[in-house]
């Protein structure tokens, strides 16, 4: 196959994507710039990043519809940036799930096989066969007013897998579900994506979601890529501020060695370095921060109960700190009451105030920064 060529399109499952260099600009905005990204054969990586930093152009020019200033998509290897939209054999469901008012369930799901003319009775028993998968297959003669939320967006996902797609795009597909909902769904396409082994990219604006259905997580902010690595690694090593802030609920705590933090920010950070710790923004995450134990003295100037836990905020001096402990613990502190806190060096985050790449000291006490990660504009992203 080659890209614009009159060949019809192979379509088989599973594909390897890579995009190449992509440079989408509209008018004077810059929406992408320069992004490369590799989705293997049956992986899914979810696009996660704050509104406006380039998640749906790039999905847009996967599927064709984005003409690119610079850049190239790959399926297997062979370059279809030329190629026309529908000749991609992609399968894609957006936020407003668009299913047809006017045709049932099983119409809505078999459209995409009878525009490319299957034989009617294959395509009947395609249409069973993913209506069952995605637990609809006992809503086919109804009409969409006839759904709920949930259910005529699974009608949207399996009329996007019917025609087996080479590479599977969602943009979005749960926003218009309630919590629970979401959750219920989110973890029927996980099932489903690994069923099927399905190329998968899974736009979000959601960090916790990314995280709880992705292989691996690509953070975007401001056209890029800031980090790309599987959910585990991007909580507890993250690659850069950005990346360390947007991951995690409740964020991340983050003071500077040098300003109005810096008395609390050098001191947690003394037993690591030998230099005093000049030019680092110092991380911990809320729960990994002890009290009722340690040198540090803090006051507590609010609590708030999330449920099984609670989140306790005090200041240290000027800081503040925000810190979850179990509600047992918590639902006995109260405001002004002086706490005694410690944070252990080894759960702490360093990163470099002038870029935001992650920073990693050895045990002389000597910094390195992590080659795998990209800075991020550090203090001022
Ligand atoms: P959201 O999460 O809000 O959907 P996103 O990450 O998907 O955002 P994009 O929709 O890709 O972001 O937009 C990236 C940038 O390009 C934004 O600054 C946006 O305002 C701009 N943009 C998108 N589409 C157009 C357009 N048709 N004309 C001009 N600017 C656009």
């Given at each position: 196959m080659s890209a614009g060529s009159a060949e019809p399109y192979e379509v088989e499952l599973a594909m390897k994507l890579d995009i190449e260099g992509l440079t989408v600009e509209y008018g004077q905005v810059a929406a992408v710039h320069g992004l490369n990204l590799t989705v293997g054969h049956g992986e899914l990586v979810a696009l996660v990043g704050p509104s406006g930093c380039g998640k749906t152009t790039t999905l847009g020019f996967i599927t064709g519809f984005i003409r690119p200033k610079a850049g190239r998509v790959l399926f297997d290897g062979v370059d279809v940036t030329a190629l026309a939209p529908q000749r991609r054999g992609i399968g894609y469901v957006f936020q407003d799930y668009a299913i047809y008012p006017h045709m049932t369930v099983r119409e809505n799901i078999r459209f995409p096989l009878d525009a490319a003319k299957k034989e009617r009775k294959q395509a009947e028993r395609d249409v069973d066969?993913?209506?069952?998968?995605?637990?609809?297959?006992?809503?086919?003669?109804?009409?969409?007013?006839?759904?709920?939320?949930?259910?005529?967006?699974?009608?949207?996902?399996?009329?996007?897998?019917?025609?087996?797609?080479?590479?599977?795009?969602?943009?979005?597909?749960?926003?218009?579900?309630?919590?629970?909902?979401?959750?219920?769904?989110?973890a029927e396409i996980r099932r489903l994506q690994l069923d099927l082994k399905m190329t998968t990219v899974f736009v979000t604006h959601d960090q916790s979601e990314a995280m709880a259905i992705a292989d691996r997580v690509a953070v975007m902010s401001d056209g890029n890529i800031v980090a790309l690595t599987a959910p585990a690694t991007l909580y507890t090593r993250p690659p850069s501020l950005f990346s360390a802030r947007f991951i995690g609920s409740p964020q991340i705590n983050i003071w500077a060695t040098d300003g109005p933090d810096e008395a609390l920010a050098r001191r947690v950070i003394q037993p690591l370095v030998r230099?005093?710790?000049?030019?680092?923004?110092?991380?911990?995450?809320?729960?990994?921060?002890?009290?009722g134990t340690g040198e540090l003295e803090a006051v507590v100037t609010l609590t708030e109960p999330l449920g099984r836990d609670f989140l306790v905020h005090l200041t240290v001096g000027p800081s503040s700190i925000r810190v979850l402990v179990p509600a047992e613990e918590g639902q006995h502190l109260k405001l002004d009451d002086n706490v005694r806190m410690r944070i252990e060096p080894s759960r702490l985050h360093l990163f470099d105030a002038a870029t935001g790449r992650r920073v990693e000291i050895d045990a002389a006490g000597a910094r390195r920064l992590d080659e795998s990660a990209q800075g991020d504009g550090g203090l001022a992203s």
């Open positions: 066969e993913i209506a069952g998968l995605m637990g609809v297959g006992n809503l086919l003669a109804r009409r969409p007013h006839q759904l709920s939320g949930g259910q005529r967006q699974r009608v949207a996902l399996a009329r996007a897998l019917v025609k087996k797609p080479v590479i599977l795009l969602l943009d979005e597909p749960l926003s218009n579900l309630d919590a629970h909902l979401r959750v219920e769904v989110r230099d005093g710790g000049a030019g680092l923004l110092v991380g911990v995450r809320p729960e990994d921060v002890e009290i």
